[in-house]
């Protein structure tokens, strides 16, 4: 068996976290999956991968291996770029992830645009909202809004959104309109599941955090579902601008507490690090960075 065969089997196989998935992903049969890895881990002679019901995780030695085949096949992508550089148009693949409402309002335009530019590229788009392990998931970027834990990862940023505050007219005409942040509390709220904090957060006029804790009748993972929550007049909800502003201009929503600043999300383009960065993902965050800059939030 070819070695590098081997790092890229290896290699679907972390990502896709089963034999079967990794076996479809490479078109081959879930035996001839497992039949590689094992011939690997005894070429070796140590065990990359325990095996559980769910999963599979990695050993120590198998998270070793993992990172070197990562730089090995980056490296051989690279050499065999500098040989066939030139006019050659840009091609192969790029996996994405993004947040759902995101992609759909101000991604894909872009996305679009990119591929009518670059015919041989090809695009796989994840919309979701969940936290993304690149390491255990077959994507090559990813777009994330609002803070970045994660120091391994590299963060080109593209854009800002403000938040905002908006409920019905309905709902405030029954319930009255909050005068104070802690009037919130009060309310009934409407949550984003993934959000860092079940707190909603202000600006003092010193600069300094306030956080009230808000009652949600209502959690989901996609911004779209609480705005339309909002617009029927079942609670407060806290938006980014890109997902309520066409709500307010229509004057289904309305904006409250506008006197308290509110954070500012920044929405970055976000990648592993590593030393060769293939030549089709370099040009499209470029274009994003580019793309973004005439785009209001």
Known sequence: MDRFEEMHTFIRVVKAGSLS??????????????????????????????RTTRRLNLTESGRQYYERCQTILADMEEAELAISSG??????????????SFGLTHLSPLLNAFLQQH??????????DRTLNFMEEDVDLA??????????????RLASAQLLLVASPAYLARYGEPQHPQDLERHTG???????????HFVNDDGSDLAIRINDRMRANNGDVLLKAAIDGLGIVMTPSFI????????????????????????Y?????????????????DFLVVGFEGIAM
Do not use: F, M
């Open 21 to 50: 998935a990794a076996a479809e992903r490479l078109n081959i049969a879930r035996s001839a999956v497992s039949r590689r890895l094992a011939d690997l881990e005894t070429r070796l002679g140590v065990q990359l991968l325990t």
């Open 87 to 100: 006019d050659i148009a840009l091609s192969g693949t790029v996996r994405i992830a993004a947040p759902l």
């Open 119 to 128: 015919p041989e590229v090809k695009l796989e788009l994840d919309l979701n």
């Open 143 to 156: 777009i994330r809004i609002g803070h970045l834990p994660d120091s391994s990862l590299v963060a080109r």
């Open 190 to 200: 409407l949550g984003y599941s993934y959000a860092d904090s079940p707190y909603w």
């Open 244 to 267: 309520g502003n066409e709500a307010i201009r229509q004057g289904k929503l309305v904006p409250i507490l506008t006197n308290y600043a509110l954070p500012v999300r920044d929405i």
């Open 269 to 285: 383009a976000i990648y592993p690090q590593q030393r060769y960065l293939p030549q089709r993902i370099r040009v499209l965050i």
